[in-house]
C-alpha cells in the first residue's frame, strides 16, 4: 500500500449535505433550497487548508451521490480524502438549517442509521495517523451511533501512541443525545485531549458555573495542556499551565449565519498554535487567539456554515490592517 501524504492535521467525523432555504421563516414554507455540505470537522479541514496547513479528513459515506458530492468538495479544497470509506448499505446524511431572522438557525437532522453513525473502534486504523503530527476532534462524533463515543475514545488514545497531539472541541448537540449521555461522555474524553475548546455555555454545562479563571484551572485539572475558552462577544482566553491570556473580539459588522463560527475559530487557533516558533506559551496563546478571534467572526458574517473561510493571505491582509484592492 502506497505512504500517505504527510498531514499536519487528521480529522475525522461526519460530514452531510446542508440544505439551506433561500428565504428566511418558518422551514414548513421554504419553497426553495441551496445544495452545499457542513460537518464541524471537515469545516475545520477547509478553514486549515485554506490557511496552508496539509489536512487529511477521514468519514464513512454512502455509496450514493451525496457521498460523491461530499468527497469531491472536500478534494476540491485540498484535503486528502484518500481514508474515508464508502459504504453501500447505510446512506450519507442530510440536514436542514432554517433561518428565524434574528438568533441561531435551528437545523434539522436527517442522520440516524447514516454511514458515519455506524463508525466502530475497528475502523479506526494506525495508518490514520500515518505521516501526521496532530488530530482533531469534536463532540459530535461520540453522539451519533452506537459505537461512535468509543471509535473516538480509540482514535485519540491511538494518536498519542504514534506521538500526535490532539484537539477537542466539544460542540455539544443536544439534538442528538441526552444531556446525561452527553455530559458524561465528553467529560470522561477531556484527559485524551491537549487542547480543550469549549464555548462558555458548554464549560458551563460541563463544570456548573464557575468564572472564567476557575474552568481553565478545572479543565487543566482534568488532564488538558491547553485550555480556549470561546467567550462569544467577548473574545476569548487560553491557560496552559505558564499563562493566561484574554484577546480581544473582532469586530462584526452584520451577524447572518451563527453555524460554523466554533468550528473556524478552531481552525484559525490551531493554524496558529501548531506552527508555534517560540517558547513563550503567553506570546504563543495570545497570537493563536487573535488568529481565532478573525475566523470566528468573519464565521458569522456570511450564509453557509464553511464557504466564506478566508485564505492565508487575506487573513495576513486583514490582521495587518492592508487595504483591499477589490476593482
Ligand atoms: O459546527 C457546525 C456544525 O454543527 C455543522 O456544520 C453541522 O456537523 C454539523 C452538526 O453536526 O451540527
Redesign the pocket.
Known sequence: MAGLKPADVVTF????V?LQPMSEGPLAYAPLFTRSI??????VAIGLSRLGLSVRWISRLGADPFGDLIASTLAGEGIDVTLVERDPAYPTAV?FKEFKGYGDPN?Y?Y?KGSAASRLAPEHVKPRWFENARHLHV?G?TPALGPETADAVRTAMTEAHKQGLTVSFDP?L?RK?WSEEEARRTLLSLVPLCDIFLPGLEEAEFLAGEMTVEQYGAHFLGLGAKAVVLKLGEQGSVGFTPLAAVRAQPHKVSRVVDT?????AFAAGFLSSWLNNESDDDERNLLAALERANLLGALATQYRG??EGLPKLAEVQRLQSGGRETTR
Open positions: 467525523g461526519e460530514s452531510m446542508l457542513a460537518g464541524a470537522e471537515s469545516n440536514y437545523v437532522y442522520r469534536t459530535i460542540n448537540r442528538l453555524v460554523g463560527a466554533g468550528d456554515d464553511w
